[in-house]
């Protein structure tokens, strides 16, 4: 499998190549591809792809991705040495920026999802009857949500991270852990201070750093939380009022302790009637 990629957008989106390669590498091996194919990728602005949308498929207006298959004779029989041309996917990163906000979520996710979307019409999926959508989006989610992450490996994260710990007053270690919708683990512990009212809570501190490296409201998954406490370690007002403007309600949140003990719950659960921007209109 080879990428040839080329990106007329800003310098920042060079970064898609490694990130498409590994994409490719997930869908070819999630369908059990085994011929060697190479792949175009371009990048361009909402201009050119409106112009590219006009004169092959007669619709003058931006679109976010067009593929183009050019290998499409299943009969054919392939040399696996020569590699063939599969198609070509044209994105616009000026509709992914658009659509990322639109969904809440990165623009790295959406410009992930629009890839493996071209990537699986190259490939002869389609979605414009409903029964071949179910198939084509099933797909999408199954190679996107990559490495479904066990709620256990999670909790674990969460107990590693109490090592994270800055807590020389209460000596009270808590960890936690949250999980991206592509796998991704971000770490956050209590950080304590002389000047007790500026402690500052694991929860809040895993939630900014995974806001701090680029995640949107829409790409959290899960997060947990662990401390050496009699029952569930549960999160304080303060985390969960910070929780429900951060997390998506339906991202679920796993309080546990150094026992084992797990108990799952959501934001409705632990924050109902919170505080929200509608309160300020
Ligand atoms: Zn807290």
Request: proline share 4%.
């Amino acid at each position: 499998m080879e990428l040839d990629f080329i990106n007329h957008g800003p310098a920042s989106y060079d970064a898609f190549e490694n990130q498409f390669s590994n994409l490719t590498e997930k869908v070819f091996n999630h369908l059990g591809i085994k011929e060697n194919y190479i792949v175009d990728v371009i990048i361009v602005d909402n201009k050119s792809i409106q112009e590219i949308n006009r004169d092959y498929r007669k619709n003058d207006k931006p679109t976010d991705v067009i593929s183009f298959a050019f290998f499409d004779d299943e009969n054919e029989t392939i040399s696996s040495d020569i590699p063939l041309s599969l198609g070509q996917i044209v994105i616009s990163y000026e509709k992914a920026e658009e659509q990322a906000k639109e969904f809440g979520h990165s623009v790295n996710r959406e410009m992930s999802f629009l890839f493996v979307h071209g990537m699986l019409h190259l490939l002869g999926y389609d979605h414009m009857k409903k029964n071949d959508e179910i198939v084509m989006f099933q797909l999408q989610d199954e190679i996107l949500g990559g490495h479904k992450m066990e709620k256990n490996e999670l909790v674990t994260k969460a107990i590693e991270a109490r090592e994270l710990s800055y807590s020389p007053y209460s000596k009270f270690k808590v960890g936690a852990a949250v999980l991206t919708t592509d796998g991704k683990v971000f770490l956050g512990a209590n950080i304590e201070n002389s000047a007790y009212p500026l402690c500052m809570c694991a929860e809040r501190n895993a939630l900014y750093n995974a806001y701090m490296h680029g995640v949107k409201k829409g790409d959290i998954a899960a997060l947990a939380l662990a401390a050496d406490t009699e029952g569930p370690c549960a999160p304080c007002g303060a985390c969960r009022q910070v929780m429900s403007e951060l997390m998506p309600k339906s991202a679920p949140i796993f309080m546990a302790n150094l026992k084992g003990l797990v108990q799952e719950t959501s934001i409705d659960e632990l924050l109902p009637f919170a505080f929200s921007e509608d309160d300020l209109k």
